[in-house]
């Protein structure tokens, strides 16, 4: 039986589904005249134009991703880049067997990044995953099977801990809930809105696993003092014999800082550094969802980690949390290295930081806004209102942006900054000078109303989720 039920098909009807003939071929949504059920799973089959087009409606509704200012992950990219992800969909990232050169581009990609991040051996220690979260969770499993073998005498009676700033991505809330690790973080204090060395190692005891710096921070863009971190624990480690490693979120800045910044020590020049992930689907201009992780040498990823899968007959070690995922973002991942080059790369992401930062001092000219941050390091900027009695708030700026389309998120920061509500800007590939322009003029043909207001409107109840990102 066909699986195709409107009129002509097979002469039967749906019964669910009245059909207008006329309407079905230009408009395969609006000849039906019933909708199908949206929380069950309908009983009888649709034809495949009118169930395309009734998603594809609902899904107008979303946002236009290119002017949402929110999100670090990418947005865009070339058609030659979706041509290829459409080539791969059926590829299952785990069947090392079956798909052997999509596994080989993932270990150039793991090579690639080794060398770009100074690492001490050849080929490079690490993987693929679905994101940096994941990535994290790794790195951090790493972390703590390695402290639990070095204290074996008193695991599993102590409890471990790992320090970081406040201003942690929420994977790191994550990593410590679910694999039972103490969170130590250290607060914001004045204007300094992310982690402090020296209240870092202050933190660590026997019981610490790592610490986690961030390259660079989801709340204001700003890199974390990587080196200076490594530094006050050198420092502790001469005065206690603690002997604390670094792990390196460069979920946005270890696509960034390499090529923009290269005198930047942050990466595994630092001996303590080891380990590091990355976002490929921010900075390493993928669509969603890539992630790497990376390890400094062999002896930083504990061995009884790695799963071994049959590939070729041999055997090829993995560390994930999924078995199955697509192979196409590692695909596109590939591509994106091979298009650019490091030359190719250090232009786009200097595009993003110049489009950040004219962007930050235009604001900035304005006079009702002071910045937190001027793009100059993540290719993003935080600002506030300059008057916290003003007629206006930062949620009133988001509120408003909005209705012109533009995502703008505000949130309130962390301890002890509870105090402070800011504005947002993420830069990327595809946000040209020109929309920045564009978004110019809304705020400054805004600006007058806002002034106007004769007090900030209410708060909204949930500030924008979308700024973690
Ligand atoms: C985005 C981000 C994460 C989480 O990465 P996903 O790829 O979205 O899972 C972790 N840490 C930092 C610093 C981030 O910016």
Redesign the pocket.
Not at 131 to 134: K, L, M, R, T, V
């Given at each position: 039986m066909s699986l195709h039920r409107g009129p002509g098909a097979d002469g039967a009807r749906s019964p669910r589904l009245s059909v207008n003939p006329f309407l079905q071929e230009a408009f395969p949504a609006a000849a039906t005249a019933e909708v199908p059920p949206r929380h069950r799973i309908p009983d009888a089959p649709i034809a495949p134009e009118t169930a395309y087009q009734i998603v594809h409606d609902e899904l107008m509704l979303d946002g236009n991703s290119r002017l949402n200012l929110a999100t670090?992950?990418t947005t865009w990219m070339e058609p030659q880049a979706a041509r290829l992800m459409g080539e791969c969909r059926d590829k299952n990232m785990i069947d090392k067997d079956e798909y052997p050169r999509t596994a080989e581009l993932e270990r150039r990609c793991v090579s690639m990044l080794s060398a770009l991040w100074n690492a001490p051996v050849d080929h490079g220690v690490g993987c693929s995953t679905t994101?940096?979260?994941?990535a994290?969770m790794l790195a951090g499993m790493a972390l703590k099977r390695r402290w639990a073998k070095r204290n074996a005498d008193r695991y599993p009676a102590a409890r471990p801990n790992l320090v970081m700033g406040v201003n942690v991505?929420v994977?790191w809330d994550k990593f410590c809930n679910f694999w039972e690790v103490e969170p130590r973080l250290v607060p914001m204090e004045g204007n300094r809105f992310h982690l402090d060395p020296q209240a870092a190692a202050d933190l660590c005891d026997e019981n610490t696993i790592g610490v986690v710096a961030?390259l660079g921070?989801?709340f204001d863009g700003s890199y974390e003092p990587v080196a200076d971190v490594c530094a006050a624990l050198d420092a502790l480690q001469e005065r206690t014999g603690l002997d604390v490693p670094v792990h390196v979120?460069g979920?946005?800045g270890a696509m960034v800082a390499p090529f923009l910044d290269p005198d930047l020590v942050w990466d595994f020049r630092l001996p303590r550094v080891s380990s590091i992930n990355t976002?490929g689907?921010?900075y390493g201009l993928v669509y969603p969802?890539v992630?790497w992780a990376l390890w400094r040498t062999h002896d930083d990823l504990p061995e009884d980690l790695v799963f071994r899968v049959n590939y070729l007959g041999g055997d090829m070690p993995t560390f994930a949390l999924n078995f199955s995922r697509p192979g196409a973002q590692v695909a596109a991942q590939y591509y994106t290295f091979l298009r650019l080059g490091r030359e190719g790369f250090r232009a786009v992401q200097q595009s993003a930081r110049n489009v950040a930062r004219s962007l930050a001092e235009r604001i900035d000219a304005l006079g009702d806004f002071t910045l937190l941050t001027r793009g100059d390091e993540l290719p993003v900027f935080a600002f506030t209102t300059t008057d916290p009695n003003g007629p206006f708030d930062v949620f009133d700026v988001s509120r408003r942006m909005r209705e012109r389309g533009w995502l703008i998120p505000a949130y309130t920061f962390p301890p002890h900054r509870e105090d402070l509500s800011v504005l947002r800007v993420v830069c990327r590939n595809g946000f040209s000078a020109d929309l920045a322009d564009l978004l110019m003029e809304d705020l400054r043909t805004l600006l007058p109303e806002l002034r106007a207001q004769s007090a900030p409107l209410d708060r909204p109840r949930s500030v924008a989720t979308a700024f973690h990102?």
């Open positions: 670090f992950v994101g940096s979260s994941e994290c991505q994977c961030v921070s989801t979120d979920a946005s976002s689907h921010k969802g992630g990102h």
